[in-house]
């Protein structure tokens, strides 16, 4: 039974995402979505919102779950008991931090495999970030987003003072 980690701040969680874990829940026995409980940056949503709206997409896929940690990623794999993580590769601009990042975890638990998984074209410009300025802008993107996380932007966003 192979585990697989995918861990990130899902805020929100876009098909860029949704197609990295269908793709990778088809490889291995059991995919965990991990929430990074993160404060510091200001998320838009809470941990709770964003994983609910990944419980909502994934209903009916038992091979998907959704945790949350904080702190060391590589302690919350061991916990876990998850043999690998996943990463996402967009733009050569992604590659710097996650080889960074991913040196260090091998420097912190050596026994950690990580792999990476590139995008479909489609959505290798897909970032959280761009989506959130977008729907704040009055915009939405509904070939982009999972149709919950649609409705919860326009929420957030759009229905703000309409009563
Ligand atoms: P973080 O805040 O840790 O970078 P994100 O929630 O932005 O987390 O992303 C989680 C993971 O998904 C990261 O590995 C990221 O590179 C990857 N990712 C983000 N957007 C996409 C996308 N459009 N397509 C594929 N992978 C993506």
Do not use: C, W
């Not at 200001?42 to 904080?70: C, D, H, Q, T």
């Not at 931090?97 to 050596?110: G, I, S, T, W």
């Not at 996380?149 to 966003?157: A, C, I, P, Q």
């Amino acid at each position: 039974m192979k585990k697989a980690l995918y861990p990130g701040s899902f805020d929100p969680i876009t098909n860029g995402h949704v197609d990295i874990l269908e793709r990778a829940s088809r490889i291995f026995d059991m995919v965990e979505v991990a929430v990074l409980e993160n404060p510091s940056k200001n998320p838009l949503f809470s941990v709770e919102e964003r994983v609910a709206m990944i419980r909502e997409i994934f209903r009916g896929k038992p091979n998907i779950k959704v945790g949350s940690f904080r702190g060391l990623l590589v302690e919350y794999a061991r916990k876990t008991g998850a043999d690998v993580i996943i990463r996402g590769l967009r733009a050569i601009s992604d590659f710097e931090y996650e080889f960074q990042m991913a040196l260090m975890n091998f420097k912190l638990d050596p026994s950690v495999e990580i792999i990476f998984m590139m995008p479909r074209v489609e959505y290798s410009f897909l970032s959280s970030k761009l989506v959130k300025e977008v729907y704040s802008l009055g915009g939405s993107l509904p070939d982009l987003v999972p149709e919950a996380v649609d409705r919860e932007l326009k929420k957030k966003f759009h229905d703000s003072g309409a009563g």
